[in-house]
């Protein structure tokens, strides 16, 4: 048996869909841990491209058993609707499991996302939109409504009562239009009975799974710079999205998780507000052409991606917190072509050199990149399969890469096909 965790080691869209998606027939269930429909995961199977966002991207692999795990926050029309799109293009997704722990989504809490969001006297945070971060703050604030609740008239009554009563007063506060207990609750009652065979005790099916000796793939949504915790506060999403919350959002002990997998794009993008030590100002020639040629335009909102170069002090950070066994580099392909690329090592903070992320964000904040240049290549590198087989200046590139986080770089992406890869250690 074993669990292998797969989290994002930026600020999200490193290609975690397509990680897991790779180790598909080696895993018997992937279990999505954290975050909601604000993740967005491409992943390209024989030239058929499918978009995924509350569904773990093991569904796209018939023998795995895709389960959202008590961490993750629904959507229940969201799920169907992408169920039924998947459906349509003939994938059997009958073999869904959705935590009855999991916290539900509601009308007022994509009403307060908007609403905060475009209130004048606050921060933009540059959110999805998707009601992530109330659902997960009445999740905290012990006033949330979990899948289970949906099925019990008398309690689903009750709490959406108790919240409209403060939510309404919110609402009214930022000039929005009250909701009533009907206006929630319809939202969900055409879904109920289609969901109810998929409710599970998600805790128990995950470890007794390892028990009997099977692969469980930990999928991460959003990434380590995005986690609530540890990544770029308040600019993050409400989640734990480093591997820590694999543990917490299943159910399963940290002693039955095997190996950690980092994904890491071999530039940087960022979608949303917030610091971006090696960001490239957008229309300078270099932030375009990754833009264009990387195809960097959000799978949830559509938004372009901010795009900048490699920072090694973030691969290093991320290293720390996960303490990955394997990277998995993404998107090398893109950088084919650029006569030069460069790598931030270190940052510079009010004249002071940091080669550790700084512990406080007003420091991040102001902190300036320091970069070693490495020399591009020309050569097309989308059918490579082994290391050899890249031009010199990619493997040094590569190589330089791991030094700097200190993390092995297992695969390497050159394409987005789900066979676009170099594999030099097996993650599995
Ligand atoms: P996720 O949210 O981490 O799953 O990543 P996204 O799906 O949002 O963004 C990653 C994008 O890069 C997707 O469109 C993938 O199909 C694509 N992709 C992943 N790996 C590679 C790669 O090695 N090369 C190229 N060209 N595209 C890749
Ligand atoms: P995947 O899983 C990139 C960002 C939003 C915003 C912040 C908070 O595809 O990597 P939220 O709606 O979560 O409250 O927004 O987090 N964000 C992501 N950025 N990829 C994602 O997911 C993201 N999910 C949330 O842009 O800055
Ligand atoms: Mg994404």
Redo the contacts with the bound molecule.
């Keep these: 048996m074993s669990g292998i965790v797969i989290v994002?080691a930026q600020w999200?869209?490193?290609?975690?869909?397509?990680a897991t998606d790779l180790l598909g027939n080696k895993i018997d269930l992937v279990a999505k841990f954290n975050g909601g429909n604000n993740?967005?995961?491409?992943?390209?199977v024989n030239n058929e491209t499918y978009a995924l966002h509350l569904l773990p991207s093991g569904i796209l692999t018939p023998s795995v058993i895709p389960v959202i795990a008590n961490g993750v926050v629904i959507d229940v029309p969201v799920l169907f609707k992408e169920l039924d799109a998947l459906k349509i293009r003939g994938i059997d997704i009958s073999r869904l499991l959705v935590s009855s722990g999991a916290h539900v989504i509601t009308k007022y809490h994509r009403a307060l996302d908007s609403a905060m969001e475009n209130d004048p006297a606050k921060k933009k945070i540059g959110t999805t939109g998707r009601g992530i971060g109330p659902t997960y703050a009445d999740k905290i604030s012990r006033s949330g409504i979990r899948i289970a609740d949906l099925f019990n008239e008398n309690v689903l009554c009750e709490k959406i009562d108790s919240a409209l009563d403060s939510k309404n007063r919110i609402l009214t506060r930022y000039e929005r239009p009250m909701l009533s207990r009907d206006e929630v609750i319809e939202e969900f009652t055409p879904y109920l009975e289609r969901l109810k065979p998929l409710v599970e005790d998600t805790p128990l099916v995950l470890n007794q799974a390892l028990d009997s000796g099977k692969n469980v793939l930990f999928e991460g949504g959003q990434a380590t710079m995005l986690d609530v915790d540890f990544g770029t506060y308040p600019f993050v999403t409400s989640s734990n999205a480093t591997a820590g919350g694999a543990c917490t959002g299943t159910g399963v002990s940290p002693t039955r998780i095997d190996k950690v997998v980092g994904?890491i794009k071999a530039y940087t993008t960022r979608v949303g507000e917030g610091p971006f030590p090696t960001e490239i100002s957008a229309g300078d020639k270099i932030a375009n052409y990754l833009l264009k040629t990387g195809?960097e335009f959000g799978?949830t909102t559509g938004r372009a991606r901010r795009c900048g170069w490699y920072d090694a002090v973030v691969a290093k950070y991320s290293s720390l917190i996960n303490n990955f066994s394997d990277l998995v580099l993404?998107?090398?392909?893109?950088l084919t072509g650029l006569d030069v690329i460069k790598v931030c090592i270190a940052y510079d903070v009010n004249g002071k050199t940091h080669k550790n992320m700084p512990s406080n964000s007003a420091d991040f904040a102001v902190a300036k990149p320091i970069y070693k240049e490495f020399p591009g290549w020309s050569e097309d590198i989308s059918s490579a399969k082994h290391f050899q087989d890249l031009p010199k200046n990619a493997q040094n590139y590569i190589t330089a890469l791991e030094e700097l986080s200190g993390s092995r770089i297992s695969v390497i992406?050159?394409?987005?096909d789900r066979d676009?890869i170099i594999e030099r250690h097996k993650l599995l």
Aim: glycine content about 30%; charged content about 20%.
């Design positions: 994002g999200g869209d490193e290609g975690k869909g397509k993740a967005g995961h491409t992943v390209v994904v195809g799978v993404t998107k090398l392909d893109i992406g050159v394409g987005a676009a």
